[in-house]
Structures are given as C-alpha cells and as structure tokens.
C-alpha cells in the first residue's frame, strides 16, 4: 500500500476517493446501517481486472446542506474518532463527497487499519 500526500487545495469543490483501509471493520459495519436511515449510500460496481468495487459514498456536503442529518448519525453513530475527525477535515475542506473503495487512494494524513 503506497501512502501520498493529497493536495486538498486542488481538490475544493469536488470529490475524493479514499482507500476503506481508512476505516475499521466496526465502521463499516456502522456505515451498512447508516444507508437505510440515513446519507449514506453503497458503491458497489464492477471494479477493476474484473473485481468488484465495494465500498461506500458518503454526502460530505450535506454536513452544510442539511445540518440535521449529521446532528442525528454522525454524534451518536458509533463511528470512530478517526472516521469522524476524516469527515470534519474533508468537510473543512470544502470536499462535496467522500468515496471510500477498495482501489481508493491511501492518505499518509489519516490512519489506515488493517482488516
């Protein structure tokens, strides 16, 4: 797995996709609840060398589109810290979407858990 550095200044106004090592088993299991009650919705389409592309895409801004979704799942939804503070700093960032997928980019400024 490579790590880089991303240029958030080039990518305001748009979206980012991110590998799911950049978050736990436990958010992903998390997320997969969110989808029926809440932003989140499933990336799932046939991905590179014939495989499948999973994973998940997540509305970032929303957080400022309908602040009350996030006051509802995002407190209280179990995410870890680490997810959480990846949103807030993408949301910070002016990043409309996060996809997070198995052939997305590795950010050496986000932890990265082995599952």
């Not at 958010?27 to 997969?32: F, G, N, P, S, Y």
């Not at 495989?51 to 179990?78: C, Q, R, T």
């Amino acid at each position: 797995m490579t790590e880089e550095k991303v240029a958030f200044e080039n990518c305001l106004g748009t979206y980012i996709e991110l590998s799911l090592a950049h978050i736990t088993k436990e958010d992903a299991r998390t997320l997969d609840g969110m989808i029926e009650d809440g932003p989140i919705s499933v990336r799932d389409r046939p991905g590179f060398n014939g495989g499948e592309d999973n994973g998940f895409e997540i509305p970032i801004y929303s957080m400022e589109v309908a602040p009350e979704i996030w006051k509802k799942h995002l407190p209280k939804s179990g995410l870890s810290k680490p997810l959480k503070k990846l949103l807030t700093t993408l949301r910070d960032k002016k990043i409309e979407l996060l996809i997070l997928s198995n052939w997305g980019s590795v950010c050496e400024d986000f932890p990265v858990f082995d599952w």
